[in-house]
């Protein structure tokens, strides 16, 4: 579904370079929940980022569907980004002034679907979190593994083929970390491929393949 074909990343910091990856190659399989595991600063957030199509390469290719993403226009790089993929993070990134319904209809807001077919997708959408009491609230109202779990129904509210997770769990306590988990885990059982960057073996291990960067290049 997704490739990357020969990825190397470098950043540019005045005169500093960072050789971030070297030479990638990895195949996304439709369906399947793929780990990335890793040291801090070997490179996975860029890796999760170039395969969500947030970042552009330095050298190699990454096709989607079979469809090389350099012979698109940007925006329609913009579009297919926005059909194919929904991202969460570790620190959320709910805003905080909008109610949590408002927060998971954004996504369809910017895809200029009718208002009150946004209102019916964010509430079926929330309450497959378990969040459908929670509508009204202000995300600073919840806990941090309900936090999340918002940020999962905003990731999945335009129906994505691939869910794209970065330490996902890394601001929670176990207990809701493992909810959390239980939900994404469920997502991938209904078809949802996921891939997810994390330090937890035991949450690595839940996925069904794990790889492993080391130093900006795939090892394992
Ligand atoms: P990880 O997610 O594994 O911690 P990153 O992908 O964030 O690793 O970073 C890989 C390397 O690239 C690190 O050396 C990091 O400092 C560097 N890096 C990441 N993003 C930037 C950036 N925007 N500008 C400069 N260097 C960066
Ligand atoms: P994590 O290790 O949790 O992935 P980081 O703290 O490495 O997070 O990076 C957070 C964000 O900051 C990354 O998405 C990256 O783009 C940016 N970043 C990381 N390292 C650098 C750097 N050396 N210079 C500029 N930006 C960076």
Request: aromatic fraction near 4%; glycine fraction near 8%.
């Amino acid at each position: 579904m997704i490739r990357l074909q020969n990825i190397s990343k470098t950043y540019q910091t005045d005169k500093v370079e960072t050789l971030a990856l070297k030479d990638i190659n990895l195949h996304v399989k439709k369906g399947e929940f793929l780990s990335i595991m890793g040291p801090s600063g070997c490179g996975k957030s860029t890796l999760l980022n170039l395969i969500g199509l947030l970042d552009q390469p330095g050298t190699g290719a990454i096709s989607v569907d079979g469809k090389e993403v350099k012979s698109y226009r940007d925006k329609d790089v913009a579009q297919l980004r926005n059909r194919t993929f929904g991202f969460i993070f570790q620190s959320f990134h709910l805003i905080n002034d909008l109610h949590v319904i408002d927060n998971v209809e954004l996504p369809l807001l910017y895809r200029s679907v009718p208002a009150a077919e946004r209102r019916r997708l964010a509430k079926e959408a929330l309450e497959k979190v378990g969040l459908g009491a929670r509508m009204e609230h202000y995300p600073n109202q919840l806990s941090g593994g309900q936090q999340q779990r918002v940020a999962i129904a905003r990731a999945m509210v335009g129906k994505p083929q691939v869910l794209l997770a970065d330490e996902p769990t890394g601001n929670l306590d176990s207990q809701m970390g493992a909810e959390v988990m239980d939900h994404l885990v469920k997502l991938n059982q209904e078809g949802t491929t996921v891939v997810m960057v994390t330090h937890d073996e035991r949450e690595a291990k839940r996925g069904s393949q794990i790889i492993r960067v080391f130093d900006g290049q795939l090892v394992a």
